[in-house]
């Protein structure tokens, strides 16, 4: 897709600007992993970056925001994009942006996402 157009996972616009931001704080703070059944990403942060997480809702309404929690003296929030909302919405954004040369090990990890849950990646990218 050409760069200034942009992505509509959920009706919304998401500009070179949003993506980037999307990318770069899962990239730099993101677990891209699963629950031994379906893959999913995480994104735990302080709860300080509350507003940051209900931009994340805006942009990705299929989405869920767990917390606020406390846990051992910390206060934070737990994002997590999983089912329609991974495969159709968010790891498009991400995988529009990472590639191998900007962060092998995250690349990687969602090489190892998909590897390990590939047989629902196969069913929900028909």
Known sequence: M???EPDEPDGHSIG????????????????????GKRPQIT???????????????RV???TRLYGP?????RSYYQWMARGA????DVLPVVESVLTPDLDA????????MRARYATFFARHER
């Open 2 to 4: 050409p760069p200034d």
């Open 16 to 35: 070179d600007v949003e993506r980037g931001l999307v990318a770069g704080l899962l990239i730099g703070e993101g677990h891209f992993g699963g629950d």
């Open 43 to 57: 994104l735990r942060m302080h709860t300080r970056h509350e507003g940051l997480f209900l931009w994340l809702l």
């Open 60 to 62: 990705f309404p299929r």
């Open 69 to 73: 929690y406390e846990h051992g003296g």
């Open 85 to 88: 909302a991974l495969v159709e």
């Open 105 to 112: 090990h995250v690349s990687g990890r969602v090489h190892e």
